[in-house]
């Protein structure tokens, strides 16, 4: 083995151990419809990157280990979905604050009508 089993978790670092902390500041700034707008985003940002990080698994482009079978598996997907939340919360590929910023206009649009 040439690297340690989980690199991603530990180049995020010691705060990428529990949840990002959401502010408190952040959210009561807001609306609530906008808030829950938010948190809907942040949620199909996971998804779509526990869903990329499972392809890329499946296209076999993750190293081989002898550490191979269920138990491993399940371990990955684990560690892909507390990555992607982690992604998420934090905002790190942008896509939550892209949809929430383009499902905005639509609550605009409603409370104006």
Not at 55 to 70: K, W
Request: no cysteine; glycine share 10%.
């Amino acid at each position: 083995m040439t690297g340690p089993l989980i690199p991603a978790a530990q180049s995020l670092g010691p705060q990428s151990l529990g949840p990002a902390p959401r502010s408190s500041a952040r959210n009561s700034d807001i609306s609530p419809e906008r808030a829950e707008l938010r948190e809907a985003a942040e949620g199909f940002e996971a998804i779509m990157i526990r869903k990329m990080l499972a392809t890329a698994r499946a296209a076999g482009l993750a190293e081989e280990t002898p550490l191979t079978g269920g138990g491993m598996q399940q371990f990955q997907t684990m560690r892909d979905e507390h990555f992607a939340d982690l992604a998420a919360a934090s905002g790190a590929f942008g896509f939550a604050r892209s949809i929430e910023e383009q499902l905005a206009q639509y609550l605009s649009a409603k409370s104006d009508g």
